[in-house]
């Protein structure tokens, strides 16, 4: 097709191709190749000759989407050189929401603050409950008409190698997705407007140069180590972009269309081999008893390492959380170690209700990570995040406890605990309308406001009001999920979950909604919550990675053969992909799939948890940290690196550390079928290491067979269920009462379900 009439087709996008010259990163020469019909050609300053043929398949306006392949040759020398296929919209507004998965939402237009890791609320001089977004200097388009507006990044710092865009006055969205790389390695992806924002130009470039300037750990001022190919004469390098116009009237359309086609054209990704979920519980209950087991004071912390944040945090990273997975599924000795740990929470509760954050040596700590003197009264500070996390697993507990440990009587103090917590956060929305990001250890007022961090909160009230059979909770849950519903989930941004990173937008916050709103659609029934939560989901996608990753060959992951679909980016800031939700087991996802039937839903399920266990530190195998030693068994590192935003040298490498995402893969076993079994539409998803088939049996109704492909006996939860039995909400806990089927190593077994 020739380009005049690619051009026609995307009405005022027009596609135009470069030749761009570098000295290292800076760039000394762009030449625009002349296209007639599908060639193109142009020569650089030095003499060199290049040409472009361009390929066309497809619609845009069709769900398949156009596919353009750009093939640049180089008919000499040129070096340091890179190719670049661009697409230029005449009509453009900075109004548009613009979204890299992953990297960049509604263009990480807001206040910016530069400060170096780990940056502090308490150095800066925004305070109270109004203060406008405001995140560290990450890639973003800029707010300010007086500075340039541009992002420059790697395919490995996104979830998705894309970039989309909402033009709410024309009505529609546009998705351009590239692959990871070429022959001469990772892809750039580039945005630029004009100085007026009249115009913008979207660019994939082979190979990928980040202009002058590079991302690393809360500045976008790293000088950039890329450097443009050394063309030979002949030598090619091919550039593929799939280009999706649809009409769109909401930044949801937006994200409904990149679900439908993040992963068109691949292959059903199989699950990484690995070890089955059951002996994953083993060795991290073992370790967890040994090297997490604080003897002293009597609880699980969260880390193994002497330093302060290895200790003692409640909520985020896993304190109360872990217990919750060892009182479901542990033994003996764990449960009465999980309800230790209950004790120990309770006695953290402030005057205002909330908690403290950080407990080091017996000592209460505030949550900001800097240790830096000059801090105002840093002890204050408590990130509500942390409470709303402890008040939803709180009730976990609780609605467990009555179903693993009937004849326990729950101690009068943490049912008066409890509802301390939850009063707190009642009389914050009262007061404020909403809850805030940061709050004071002791009075419960904001000290900043705004951000989604606290999304788990109207799930926790919503639990407690069901608990206790008091509606004005669940009342307070339901005015509180609606204010996160319209100022984040339907603006397409969730922000401020983590406690080191501002208000940059992050996953954490995204699945902490989500499991707000489908726990407030199963608790009230109300279908308004069912359409959130699925407004929700589609976000949550896009934090996922869509493809397995190709890691530096020689790297840590690249020799143990990790695959990266399903990992969740962190946040904007801290460009690490992770092993599992922080922290949560993803079964909102499953609740979804069965209020709904999409599909979708179970596929990223799967994708998430199914994959974890390939992250475990195992005796077996063990997996190396980026300080040469290989880390014990049970540990979990959460930094799966397809960005450079720690260096290069870490790509494919991993932080020696014991984390949260470990608590996530115990989460999985206990909250998750390891094979879920529809019996109207005869499907089967395995999210365990184990191969299924369905068959008709006769009379008797349907055969299972299930495979057990490793070296290790699997325990595994089974639920079957007919249409109207899915049809009913599953609520807390609902594993218990699953069937469990035991499959020895490389043995097949097959039962009637």
Not at 367 to 396: N, T, V
Not at 502 to 530: H, R
């Amino acid at each position: 097709m020739a380009v005049e009439a690619i051009e026609k087709l995307l009405s005022n996008v027009k596609v135009e191709a470069f030749i761009r010259r570098y000295e290292n990163a800076a760039q000394l020469e762009q030449c625009e190749m002349t296209l007639e019909g599908a060639n193109g050609r142009t020569v650089t300053a030095v003499g060199a000759e290049w040409n472009v043929r361009l390929d066309t398949k497809g619609d845009p306006d069709r769900l398949e989407g156009l596919e353009l392949t750009a093939v640049f040759r180089s008919a000499g020398y040129s070096e340091q050189t890179a190719a670049s296929l661009s697409f230029c919209f005449s009509d453009w507004s900075e109004h548009n929401y613009v979204l890299v998965p992953g990297a960049v939402y509604n263009g990480n237009r807001f206040n910016v603050r530069e400060l170096p890791y780990a940056p502090c609320w308490t150095k800066l001089a925004e305070r109270g409950p109004d203060i406008p977004t405001t995140i560290t200097d990450v890639p973003r388009l800029s707010v300010d008409r007086d500075h340039a507006s541009a992002f420059h990044l790697l395919t490995g710092d996104a979830s998705t190698p894309a970039i989309g865009a909402f033009d709410e006055k024309s009505g529609n969205g546009w998705l351009f997705i590239t692959e990871q790389a070429t022959s001469l390695g990772d892809t750039s992806m580039h945005m630029e407007e004009s100085d007026d924002r009249r115009s913008a130009q979207i660019s994939f470039q082979a190979p990928g140069v980040r202009p002058d300037r590079k991302y690393e750990m809360t500045t976008t001022s790293v000088p950039s180590t890329d450097r443009g190919h050394d063309f030979k004469p002949g030598e090619t390098v091919v550039l593929k972009t799939k280009v999706y116009r649809f009409p769109c009237d909401s930044v949801n359309g937006l994200f409904e269309q990149f679900a439908k086609v993040r992963q068109q054209g691949m292959p059903s990704s199989p699950l990484a081999p690995s070890l089955p979920l059951s002996a994953a519980w083993e060795v991290q209950e073992q370790k967890y008893n040994a090297l997490n087991w604080n003897e002293q004071l009597g609880y699980y912390a969260v880390g193994t390492i002497d330093m302060k944040h290895q200790d003692w945090q409640i909520g985020w990273v896993g304190g109360g959380m872990s217990s919750y997975a060892l009182l479901l599924e542990g033994n003996e000795l764990s449960a009465q170690r999980a309800l230790d740990t209950l004790r120990f929470m309770f006695s953290s509760q402030t005057e205002s209700g909330f908690f403290h954050g950080v407990c080091y040596k017996g000592q209460w700590y505030g949550d900001e990570f800097s240790d830096a003197p000059d801090r105002d009264h840093p002890e204050q500070w408590h990130i509500l995040r942390k409470s709303a996390d402890a008040l939803y697993f709180i009730m976990k507990h609780f609605i467990a406890l009555g179903q693993v440990m009937p004849a326990f009587v729950i101690p009068e103090s943490w049912l008066e605990g409890c509802r301390r917590l939850a009063d707190a956060f009642v009389k914050l929305w009262r007061s404020y309308g909403q809850f805030g990001q940061w709050v004071h250890s002791g009075t419960g007022d904001i000290l900043v406001g705004g951000s989604a961090g606290a999304g788990i909160a109207p799930a926790g009230l919503a639990l407690f009001g069901a608990y206790f059979k008091e509606d004005a909770y669940i009342t307070a849950a339901e005015q509180a999920a609606e204010y996160f519903y319209r100022q984040f989930t339907k603006q397409g941004v969730t922000t401020g979950g983590p406690g080191e990173i501002l208000q940059c937008p992050d996953s954490e916050s995204a699945f902490a909604l989500l499991e707000s709103y489908m726990v407030l659609f199963e608790e009230t029934g109300d279908q308004v919550w069912l359409s959130r939560a699925e407004e929700a989901a589609m976000q949550c996608m896009s934090w996922c990675v869509s493809y397995d990753f190709r890691f530096p060959q020689g790297s840590t992951f690249d020799r143990l053969g990790i695959r990266t679909t399903g990992s969740v980016i962190a946040n904007v800031q801290n460009k690490h992909s992770a092993p599992g939700i922080c922290t949560l087991s993803g079964d909102s996802l499953f609740k979804l799939y069965r209020a709904t039937g999409n599909g979708l839903y179970m596929e990223l399920l799967r994708e998430i948890a199914g994959n974890m266990a390939q992250y475990l530190s195992r005796e077996d195998r063990p997996v190396r940290g980026w300080d040469g030693d290989d880390m014990p068994a049970g540990y979990m590192s959460e930094r799966v690196n397809m960005s450079d935003w720690e260096g290069q040298a870490y790509v494919g490498e991993v932080i020696p550390y014991s984390c949260w995402c470990e608590v996530s893969l115990m989460l999985s076993f206990a909250e998750l079928p390891g094979i879920y079994v529809n019996k109207k539409s005869g499907s089967v998803t395995v999210i365990d290491q184990v191969d299924c088939s369905l068959v008709a049996a006769g009379k008797d109704g349907l055969k299972l067979t299930i495979h057990n492909k490793t070296k290790f006996p699997a325990h595994m939860k089974l639920l079957v269920e007919s249409e109207d039995e899915a049809k009913q909400p599953l609520g807390p806990c609902a594993s218990v009462s699953w069937k469990r089927v035991s499959v020895p190593a490389g043995e097949t077994f097959a039962l009637i379900v």
